[in-house]
């Protein structure tokens, strides 16, 4: 079997689930805050990715995952900075009242 690298943040259960596949594989703690910091911002960016494509795919299924995942990476930025779920519901109802939602779907083409 070949090695291949992936150098990124995994969720907790992935060392199990590998092992259990009857795989192995080299894992590490990130123990610097900073380290894992950018890491999430990576996860959230691959992340992203994965809803972007499953958007573009039309897969109701992968679109739910996927925000889900987004979603998991955002409650693990929050909990490093201690931001509770309630603020941030609270700070997203806040400005959904004074600057709106994209309900009405409108795009910025220019200004002057």
Known sequence: ???????????DHIPEIIRNNGESAG?????SRDEFISALLEKL??????VRDAVWASD?????????DVREVLDAVAAEFA???QEIERIQFERREKRGGFAKRIFLESTE
């Open 1 to 11: 079997m070949s090695k291949t690298v992936h150098n990124k943040l995994v969720r």
């Open 27 to 31: 894992f590490r703690t990130l123990e």
């Open 45 to 50: 960016f691959e992340e992203s990715a994965e």
């Open 60 to 68: 109701s299924t992968e679109i739910a995952k996927e925000i889900a």
């Open 83 to 85: 931001i509770s779920p």
